[in-house]
C-alpha cells in the first residue's frame, strides 16, 4: 500500500468515525480538557433514551387518564440538562451545523485563526455572561427553595438550576480547549498570546473579579449598608478600569518574561 493509499484510508476511518463517535475523531491532539467534556457526554447521552421513555409513558398514562405532573417536570429535567451537556460536546467535537462552503477550502492555518477569533473573541465572552448570570440565578433559587408549578411534579427544581452554572464551566473549558487547539497551529500558546486570544473574556473576568472582590468588601467594612445599595457605591464606577489595568500588567508581564528567555 503505497503513501496515498494509506491517507486516503486514513480519510474514510475519520469520516466513518465522524458518523459513528464524533468524540474519536481528531483524538491524537486532544487535550486532557476535550477528553473529559468528550466522557461527560458519553455517560450523559444515556439521558436520551430516559428521555423517550419518560414521553411515551406520559403519553400513554394520559391516554388512561392518569396524567403525571411529575413525568412533565421529568422531561423538561432530562431535556435541559441533557441538551447543555450536548452543547459543550458538540465545541469539543465539532459536531455543531457549520456552513462550510467558504470554510471548507481555507488552509489549516486560515481555519484555526478562523477557530480562535470565532471561539475566543465571541463564544466566550457569551459564556462567560452567562456563567455569571446562572450563578446568580442558581443561588437565588437556592436560597427560595424553588420547586415545581404543579402540587403533584418533581420538587427540588433548585437541584437543575444549579446545574446550570456547573454545565457552563464545562462548556467554558471545552471551548477554552478548542482554542488552545487552534492557537497551536499558528502560534506559540504563551500567556500573553492567550490573554490576546481571549480578550474580552479575559477583560469581563477580571471585572467581575474585581466587582465581587469590592461588594465583599464594602459588605465587611460597613454593616450599616443594605445588600441592595452596594452596587451603587461610587467605589464599583473604576472596576472596569482596574480590570483592564490588571489584564494590561499581566499581558506586559508574560510578554517581557518570554521576550528575555528568547534574548538568552
Not at 22 to 32: C, K, N, S
Not at 226 to 252: G, H, M, Q
Amino acid at each position: 500500500m503505497n503513501n496515498d493509499d494509506m491517507v486516503d484510508t486514513e480519510l474514510t476511518i475519520d469520516k466513518v468515525l465522524a458518523i459513528t463517535d464524533p468524540g474519536e475523531v481528531d483524538r491524537a491532539v486532544h487535550t486532557p480538557l476535550d477528553r473529559l467534556m468528550i466522557n461527560v457526554g458519553n455517560v450523559v447521552a444515556w439521558a436520551f433514551p430516559l428521555l423517550m421513555l419518560a414521553i411515551v409513558s406520559q403519553v400513554f398514562l394520559r391516554g388512561f387518564g392518569h396524567n403525571q405532573a411529575w413525568l412533565d417536570d421529568a422531561q423538561w429535567w432530562i431535556y435541559g440538562f441533557a441538551m447543555l451537556t450536548a452543547f459543550g460536546y458538540a465545541i469539543t467535537t465539532s459536531s455543531h451545523v457549520r456552513v462550510d462552503i467558504l470554510h471548507e477550502h481555507y488552509s489549516p492555518e486560515k481555519k484555526a485563526k478562523i477557530e480562535v477569533v470565532a471561539v475566543g473573541w465571541l463564544l466566550m465572552p457569551f459564556l462567560g455572561i452567562m456563567l455569571d448570570v446562572l450563578f446568580h440565578y442558581a443561588v437565588s433559587s437556592i436560597v427560595a427553595g424553588e420547586g415545581s408549578d404543579s402540587p403533584n411534579g418533581l420538587h427540588n427544581l433548585y437541584l437543575l438550576k444549579a446545574s446550570l452554572p456547573i454545565l457552563f464551566v464545562l462548556c467554558i473549558l471545552a471551548a477554552y480547549a478548542v482554542m488552545i487547539r487552534n492557537l497551536a497551529v499558528f502560534s506559540p500558546t504563551k500567556l500573553h498570546h492567550i490573554i490576546v486570544a481571549l480578550l474580552p473574556m479575559v477583560i469581563f473576568a477580571a471585572w467581575r473579579l474585581v466587582v465581587y472582590v469590592m461588594y465583599w468588601f464594602v459588605f465587611f467594612t460597613n454593616s450599616d449598608i443594605k445588600t441592595r445599595r452596594i452596587l451603587r457605591e461610587p467605589i464599583f464606577e473604576s472596576a472596569l478600569t482596574i480590570a483592564v489595568v490588571l489584564v494590561a500588567i499581566v499581558f506586559a508581564v508574560s510578554y517581557l518574561r518570554n521576550r528575555s528567555k528568547a534574548e538568552v
